[in-house]
């Protein structure tokens, strides 16, 4: 007698999954950050599969990074905008401002005056601008710099709105605060359409659908830069990544470039493996191995819920029980406490 498939995670466990699975893949890949493939296969020949911290700015485990302390900035600023019941209550600004307090060492989590030891250059610059201008749409660093410092970032725009225009408009607004290159803006609307589309149970490649429309929208034709990114993820392997090393075809060999990340992104996506041995793969790949096993948690905690997520990384992760707790309070708003 056949069985019935097992139902897939609940809304609830997909957004909590979404900010632990980023957390995590943060924190696991901030040990061998800006190693290279080699370097990481030497030391850990079956991959890197605990969060044990250290790396070039000496994490304690578990800690945040600029990548899951920066994704906390975005996504308190949604909750203020749940907290304030206005309908006018400006995000974007929000998220500045939040941006630039973490910048300034004025961050819960450090010591009052505590900077933060990694800040990107785009993210500085941009950061640096917007102290002068208070003005979200003339702070970006500028065309050209098609850093990852935006899409690692973006992910509560994808949970917490639920409008898909509104979506499109506020994920490319708080990638401009530091990353205005239009590489970057458009990447943030791909990558959060694809977690709106997982958040509300589409299949993984009707989610990537989701994700290639709004390209073509935005770039105007199907053949843009950000476009073919996302197809290229949809061709290359994880594992096999993994095993050799970045590809000629990812042109910053991963090593921030923005649509490196979003295709190593969508090849973690489409890999049916458990969640724990994807980002462990992610981050063997090498060079800016937080960053893109960060934005890769992302999209794979949003597939496979909060219950894929190893137990051990979940209990050492600095702002996992935050996390939960903004989580549940702004999906009670959405209907799906």
């Known amino acids: 007698m056949a069985q019935n498939p097992a139902p897939g995670p609940t809304r609830q466990s997909r957004i909590i999954g979404a900010l632990l699975a980023l957390h995590a893949g943060d924190s696991l890949g901030a040990t061998v950050e800006f190693k290279t493939h080699a370097q990481i296969a030497s030391r850990y020949p079956s991959g ?81 601008k917007y102290r002068r201008t208070r003005d979200p749409e003339r702070s970006g660093a500028g065309q050209g710099s098609a850093g990852n410092g935006s899409l690692m970032r973006c992910l509560p725009t994808g949970l917490f709105q639920s409008d898909p225009e509104l979506l499109v408009q506020e994920s490319m607004a708080i990638s401009k605060i530091t990353h205005n290159d239009f590489r970057c803006v458009v990447a943030c609307a791909v990558y959060n359409s694809i977690v709106a589309a997982l958040i509300r149970g589409n299949s993984v490649d009707d989610a990537i659908e989701a994700g290639e429309a709004v390209a073509v929208r935005l770039e105007k034709r199907g053949g843009g830069e950000v476009y073919k990114s996302v197809q290229l993820g949809k061709e290359l392997k994880i594992s096999d990544m993994a095993q050799r090393g970045p590809p000629r075809s990812l042109p910053g060999g991963c090593s921030g470039y923005v649509l490196d990340s979003l295709t190593v992104a969508i090849a973690a996506l489409l890999d049916q493996r458990r969640l724990e041995d994807v980002l462990v793969d992610v981050v063997g790949i090498g060079r800016d191995t937080d960053t893109n096993a960060a934005i890769a948690g992302g999209l794979l905690g949003t597939r496979d819920g909060v219950e894929s997520i190893p137990i051990r990384w979940k209990e050492v992760l600095q702002f996992g029980e935050e996390f939960r707790a903004i989580a549940a309070f702004l999906s009670e708003e959405e209907g799906t406490g």
């Open 48 to 128: 890197l599969r605990d969060i044990v911290g250290g790396g070039p700015f000496n994490w304690p485990a578990g800690h945040a990074t600029d990548d899951t302390d920066l994704t906390r900035a975005v996504l308190i600023a949604y909750k203020s905008r749940r907290e304030s019941g206005s309908a006018d209550f400006d995000v974007v600004k929000a998220a500045a401002e939040n941006s630039l307090a973490w910048f300034d060492g004025n961050w819960p989590g450090r010591a009052p005056g505590e900077l933060p030891k990694d800040v990107g250059n785009a993210t500085m610059q941009g950061l640096d």
